[in-house]
């Protein structure tokens, strides 16, 4: 019996002891920042005036510069307005804000014949923004609020592509501009 109660002591003193549970707490940080809602509405469409053209192909490039301009191809004769679409809109000082253009930078108008595209479409002269995007062939662009208002302009453009034998009338069409903060 002593061996009996020597091997359980052993045994006892073998089990592995439960640790006991240990507490440590840390307090971690935590913020928001509430930043005004962005906001962007055109104030006027895009319009190539009025275009004259003969039977063949033709292109109409409109530059959204600060004072707008048309430059047409040999067989195309412009008159009229020339005039780039313009978004305003109103964001924070100094936030990062990204614009994107139409998807595949193209606007499709329809009318009395073929539909006309758009293609090439570009963001131009801007107010109260500084452009933070190198390359104008995307999609998307980033610019910086710099308005102390946080007010802000951009003009977009595009090229106008006229088919062979383009049915005259009037050809009109939509698109979106989306701006959101990044």
């Known amino acids: 019996m002593r ?97 994107r253009k139409p998807r595949n930078r193209r606007i499709f108008l329809t009318g009395p014949g073929r539909r006309m595209q758009i293609r090439n479409v570009v963001f131009g002269y801007t107010e109260g923004l500084q452009r933070l995007t190198a390359r104008t062939n995307r999609r998307s662009i980033r610019y910086r609020i710099t308005d102390a208002n946080g007010a802000f302009l951009v003009k977009l453009g595009g090229q106008l592509r006229i088919r062979r034998n383009q049915a005259p009338g009037v050809y009109s069409g939509t698109f979106n501009v989306d701006v959101d903060y990044q």
């Open 3 to 99: 061996a009996s109660i020597v091997a359980l002591f052993a045994g006892v003193l073998a089990w592995p002891a439960v640790a006991q549970a240990q507490s440590n707490s840390q307090n971690a940080p935590t913020r928001t920042e509430l930043v005004e809602r962005i906001t962007i509405v055109k104030s006027k469409d895009m319009d190539f005036g009025r275009l004259a053209v003969d039977n063949n192909p033709g292109t109409v490039t409109l530059n959204p510069t600060d004072s707008e301009t048309c430059t047409t191809s040999a067989n195309v004769v412009h008159s009229g307005s020339c005039i780039a679409a313009e978004f305003t809109g109103v964001g924070t000082t100094n936030r990062r804000i990204r614009i």
